[in-house]
């Protein structure tokens, strides 16, 4: 059998691909990187993340980030490997679109 869903799913973790209340692990302290946006070049942090078994990577927004280092009481992403989040997905506008987001939540 060929499991056909590395195809038809992306690699990014967000709301198509992972569901409210979902875990997800960091497993690596990730990347800095860059994208391009009307114009302007934007430093972003990706990281490598699981949520459902496979593997992903994952790009928080600022406010996400932030919270990612509420949540784990450290701005030193390498603390970060290893632990575990849960998946809260948020309407919100952006450059004049609606989107649904991820923004961490604490697991209780």
């Known amino acids: 059998m060929v499991d056909t869903s590395e195809f038809t799913q992306g690699r990014y973790l967000n709301s198509t691909t992972c569901e ?4 997800v692990e960091i497993l690596h ?5 860059e994208i391009e946006k ?3 070049v934007k430093k972003v942090l990706n990281i490598a993340v699981k949520c459902n078994g496979k593997d992903f ?7 996400s980030l932030k919270k990612l280092q509420e949540i784990f ?3 030193d992403s390498s603390k970060w490997v290893g632990q575990k ?3 809260h997905i948020i309407d919100m506008e ?6 649904k987001v991820i923004r ?3 697991i209780k």
Do not use: H, M, N, W
């Not at 990577?57 to 406010?63: D, L, M, R, S, V």
């Not at 952006?94 to 989107?99: D, I, T």
């Open 20 to 23: 409210e209340s979902d875990i």
């Open 29 to 33: 302290e990730g990347e800095i990187g």
């Open 38 to 40: 009307d114009g302007k």
């Open 57 to 63: 990577i994952y790009t928080p927004a600022t406010k």
């Open 73 to 75: 009481q450290s701005t």
């Open 85 to 87: 989040f849960q998946v």
């Open 94 to 99: 952006v450059a004049g679109k609606e989107l």
């Open 104 to 106: 961490p939540r604490a």
